[in-house]
């Protein structure tokens, strides 16, 4: 950690180079991008909200994910594990998220020198320049950034950094239920009956579910990984009823070709629709949520727009499964160049509309496509794909690469981005091995 010393004598361009990289999130990218840093042998600090690293990883590791264990490994962090004796698991399993945080993260956050450079506990709730708002320019490269970071105990501090990777993920700043982007009217009268995405269903939240009638908003992977979980616990559970609400005709994000280069993934698709059509999930298409509030038997009521008209429908517990966006409240002293549609860096987002590009598609990127006018502030991982749902770990560990290159000076490291990957989507989750989101 450092602490703003204002009174230190070197000029603020020769302090800045004694600062280390402050990274935010201790995630599967956050922690690749140390172990990069490292290995360039650059000083790093990494700042993780929450109390373990993985936490978001942690709330979903019932999932298993898609892709296999070999291309869930960063090669930096590989190499460090290896020189200290880990064995890699079996490359062609597909972890649950439990296990990726089990069997990679924890041993990899427990080597020196990561674990002295992990701070836990530690939200980063603003980013800045020191002594400078966005509006100044005059000297802004050589300033020093700072962090105002706020640890579990309650102490608020800031402190310096010579430059700084965001790698804070999505995970806390889900999608609105409504479909302007909006929460509905009425969401805090029933903010008690509805969930974050992919709730475990058949674990510690079964209690929530079984035997209760369940609305699933959402067209993604998300979505149908709930609904397969959600048909498990109705066959143990006859009372569980279950309804899929889509605001299009169809969800065409979990429809998947039989040559999917994933054949896990390319089974969520049909295993959702055979249940459609059992008559085991009712679908609410063209549903436009508008308003919520109690229903008078305590469930929730959602009145929704319809083919042009209102129409009822009652449940006692909804899961939001609209997607993520980034948290860019942190940043407003920060110079971003934002694509409108995706929030995505603007260099990178044609790369990865959505509308356009599955994960396997994006082509590789780096350094280039991700920096900011704000001279050594990145958004990386899930955060730089802004809106787009199709990120995939190994393209994240390319981008900290390159990023890692550029700080040490390597213009030609950071430059040459590879990444070799299925010609697939390999972005969403499932159960029992049907797919994965990394």
């Known amino acids: ?22 990274v935010i999130g201790a995630g599967p990218i956050g922690l690749a991008a140390a172990a990069n840093l490292l290995e360039r042998g650059i000083d790093v600090v990494v700042y993780e909200a929450g109390d373990r690293v993985g936490a978001s990883i942690r709330e979903w590791g019932h999932v298993r994910l898609f892709s296999p264990w070999r291309v869930l490994v960063d090669p930096a962090s590989r190499r460090l594990l290896e020189a200290a004796g880990w064995k890699h698991p079996d490359e062609d399993r597909l972890p649950t998220g439990a296990e990726l945080v089990e069997q990679y993260l924890e041993p990899l956050a427990a080597l020196e020198p990561l674990a002295s450079r992990i701070r836990l506990g530690v939200d980063v709730t603003a980013v800045a320049r020191e002594g400078m708002d966005r509006t100044r320019t005059a000297g802004r490269a050589a300033t020093p950034f700072l962090l105002r970071v706020h640890e579990a105990s309650g102490e608020v501090e800031d402190v310096a950094a010579r430059a700084v990777i965001d790698a804070s993920g999505t995970w806390r700043t889900p999608n609105r239920l409504g479909s302007n982007g909006l929460d509905p009217l009425g969401l805090d009268e029933v903010a008690d009956s509805v969930t974050h995405a992919l709730p475990d269903v058949l674990g510690r939240d079964r209690a929530r579910f079984a035997g209760r009638r369940v609305t699933v908003v959402g067209a993604g992977h998300s979505a149908a990984n709930t609904l397969l979980a959600l048909a498990a616990l109705a066959r143990e559970e006859p009372e569980t009823s279950i309804t899929w609400a889509i605001r299009n005709a169809s969800a065409v994000r979990v429809t998947t070709s039989d040559d999917d280069g994933l054949p896990a993934r390319a089974s969520i698709g049909r295993r959702v629709d055979d249940l459609v059509h059992a008559g085991r999930i009712e679908v609410l298409d063209r549903f436009e949520i508008v308003r919520l509030g109690r229903a008078a038997d305590g469930g929730v009521r959602i009145v929704g727009s319809r083919r042009g008209e209102l129409v009822d429908h009652e449940a006692d517990v909804v899961v939001n499964a609209t997607g993520f966006r980034p948290d860019l409240d942190l940043l407003r002293e920060i110079r971003l160049e934002l694509d409108d549609v995706v929030e995505a860096p603007k260099r990178l987002a044609p790369l990865i509309d959505p509308n356009v590009h599955s994960c396997g598609t994006v082509e590789p990127h780096g350094f280039a496509e991700l920096r900011q006018p704000e001279d050594g502030f990145f958004l990386v991982g899930m955060k730089s794909y802004g809106r787009a749902p199709t990120f995939l770990l190994a393209t994240g560990y390319e981008q900290v690469r390159s990023i890692a290159s550029w700080l040490a000076g390597d213009a030609a490291g950071a430059a040459k981005v590879q990444l070799e990957l299925p010609a697939t989507g390999v972005c969403s989750t499932s159960l029992d091995g049907s797919n994965g989101c990394c």
Do not use: I
């Open 1 to 22: 950690m450092t602490l703003l010393d204002l009174t230190r004598p070197a000029t603020r361009s020769e302090r800045l180079d004694t600062l280390p990289v402050a």
